[in-house]
T-cell receptor
Framework: RKEVEQDPGPFNVPEGATVAFNCTYS??????FFWYRQDCRKEPKLLMS???SGNEDGRFTAQLNRASQYISLLIRDSKLSDSATYLC???????????FGKGTRLSVIA | EPEVTQTPSHQVTQMGQEVILRCVPI?????FYWYRQILGQKVEFLVS????????KSEIFDDQFSVERPDGSNFTLKIRSTKLEDSAMYFC????????????FGNGTRLTVT
C-alpha cells in the first residue's frame, strides 16, 4: 500500500460547485497532516493544516478520520483560481520526513 | 512575508558535471530540506538538515549528493556527477519545527541534465 494515496483526478467542475478530495495514509503513527496546493511548475504552498477535530478556512474544510486513516478536503463555491493540484501531506512521529501524495488535479471551468 | 529563495531558477548541465543548487531559507527557521519532483511525479524527500548536520536522508540521496550550510544563511545541494535521471525540479524548504510546523518552499530550481 502506498504511504499516501490520492485520487489523481482530474476533477473538472463548474464555477460555484462544491468538490471534495480524499486521501488515505498507511502509517497509523502519523501525527501531522496538511493540504498543500501546487500550481503547474510551481512550488507547493500550504493551504491548511488538518486538525483532529476538523477545521475550516473560508471556503475550505479539512477533516481527519484517524480510525480509517483518511483525510478529506472540501472546497465550496469553487473559483477559477482554485484550479491547481492539491497535495495531501502526512508526517509520522519519530524520524520520518513529511510524505507527499501524488496530488489531485482540479480544473474549475467557467 | 519572509520567503525561501532559490537560485538559479533553471540550470542546464551535461551528464557527469557537478552542479550546486543554492537556497536561502527563512531566517528564523531551524530545519532545512531538499525535495525533488520529476516532471509529472510526486514531490520526493531527499534530505533534512538541522544544527549543521544531516538529520535524515532518503534512498535517493546517495553518495553523489551532499548538502552544506557554508555561512549561516545559504543552504546548498551539490550533485557531484549528474545523471540524466537527476533532471527534475529541486525544491528547498525550511520550517521552524520538524514535522509539526508546515514547510515553506522556495520556488525551485529546474535542473536539466543533457
Amino acid at each position: 500500500r502506498k504511504e499516501v494515496e490520492q485520487d489523481p483526478g482530474p476533477f473538472n467542475v463548474p464555477e460555484g460547485a462544491t468538490v471534495a478530495f480524499n486521501c488515505t495514509y498507511s502509517n497509523s503513527a502519523s501525527q501531522s497532516f496538511f493540504w498543500y496546493r501546487q500550481d503547474c511548475r510551481k512550488e507547493p504552498k500550504l493551504l491548511m493544516s488538518v486538525y483532529s477535530s476538523g477545521n475550516e478556512d473560508g471556503r475550505f474544510t479539512a477533516q481527519l478520520n484517524r480510525a480509517s486513516q483518511y483525510i478529506s478536503l472540501l472546497i465550496r463555491d469553487s473559483k477559477l483560481s482554485d484550479s491547481a493540484t492539491y497535495l495531501c501531506v502526512v508526517a509520522a512521529s519519530g524520524n520520518t520526513p513529511l510524505v507527499f501524495g501524488k496530488g489531485t488535479r482540479l480544473s474549475v471551468i467557467a | 512575508e519572509p520567503e525561501v529563495t532559490q537560485t538559479p531558477s533553471h540550470q542546464v548541465t551535461q551528464m557527469g558535471q557537478e552542479v550546486i543548487l543554492r537556497c536561502v531559507p527563512i531566517s528564523n527557521h531551524l530545519y532545512f530540506y531538499w525535495y525533488r519532483q520529476i516532471l509529472g511525479q510526486k514531490v520526493e524527500f531527499l534530505v533534512s538538515f538541522y544544527n549543521n548536520e544531516i538529520s535524515e536522508k532518503s534512498e535517493i540521496f546517495d553518495d553523489q549528493f551532499s548538502v552544506e550550510r557554508p555561512d549561516g544563511s545559504n543552504f546548498t545541494l551539490k550533485i557531484r556527477s549528474t545523471k540524466l535521471e537527476d533532471s527534475a525540479m529541486y525544491f528547498c524548504a525550511s520550517s521552524y519545527e520538524e514535522r509539526i510546523s508546515p514547510l515553506h518552499f522556495g520556488n525551485g530550481t529546474r535542473l536539466t541534465v543533457t
